[in-house]
């Protein structure tokens, strides 16, 4: 099947600073990437959908300028964790719809702890 | 809008017993439902899904689910337990494919 990459796996950062985290589709192109976040012991959260070329669309009560998308290419889109914040340590992940039931590729997933 | 409740956070079974994991689903109107797996470390992988037709659903590893619209459930179901099923488990549903609600998942634990 396809496979969707995501990288940090996990990171560790300091209060105030940034982190970005990358998704790429490695045999598939992918116009569009959701990037969903998940806090201990709840769900899968969509924060926002991904779209090549464009702006991503939010969902209610995700800060955009908080959380940056930028997905210039058909295979990669990244998030930017800017100014992160000890309430920002979560489990973060994407996933690229692909083929033509547009069946969903997760990444494995970015562990991100802000000290 | 959708919600997708899972009961029960950890489910242990012994190797060889039925597997059974719940999902229900609120919905307006009969949504695309699926089942994922996450295996430590890895991404979430897609177990079956449910959008129209048969309402027993047969995905890989000997999984299966029945969507039962007058119960609004879509339970997971295996007949023998391996140790390779420990795993968490995501219910899910969307309006169609991409936008997808998915439950707190469930931790299934196989004792030998």
């Known amino acids: 099947g396809a496979v969707v990459s995501q990288h940090p796996s996990w990171v560790i950062c300091k209060s105030g600073t940034s982190v970005k985290i990358e998704c790429r589709s490695l045999?598939?192109?992918?116009?569009?990437m959701f990037w969903y976040r998940q806090f201990p012991k709840q769900s899968l959260m969509l924060m926002a959908t991904?779209?090549?070329?464009?702006?991503?669309?939010?969902e209610q009560g995700v800060e955009k300028d908080k959380f940056l998308i930028n997905h210039a290419s058909l295979t990669l889109s990244t998030l930017t964790v800017t100014s992160a914040h000890p309430e920002d340590s979560s489990f973060y992940i994407c996933?690229?719809?692909?083929?033509?039931?547009?069946?969903?590729?997760f990444g494995s997933g970015t562990q991100l702890s802000v000290l | 809008a959708q919600s997708v409740t899972q009961l029960g956070s950890h489910v242990s079974v012994s190797e060889g017993a039925l597997v059974l994991l719940r999902c229900n689903y609120s919905s307006s109107v009969p949504p695309y439902l699926f089942w994922y797996v996450q295996y430590p470390n890895q991404g979430l992988q897609l177990l079956l899904k449910y959008t129209t037709g048969a309402t027993l659903v047969k995905g890989i590893n000997g999984f299966e689910a029945e969507f039962k619209k007058s119960e609004t459930s879509f339970h997971l179901t295996k007949p023998s337990a391996h140790m390779s099923d420990a795993a968490e488990y995501f219910c899910?549903?969307?309006?169609?494919?991409?936008?997808?609600?998915f439950g707190t998942g469930t931790k299934l634990q196989v004792i030998p």
């Open positions: 899910a549903a969307s309006g169609g494919y991409q936008k997808v609600t």
């Open positions: 991904s779209n090549e070329g464009s702006k991503a669309t939010y």
């Open positions: 045999d598939f192109q992918a116009t569009t």
């Open positions: 996933s690229a719809p692909q083929g033509v039931d547009e069946k969903l590729f």
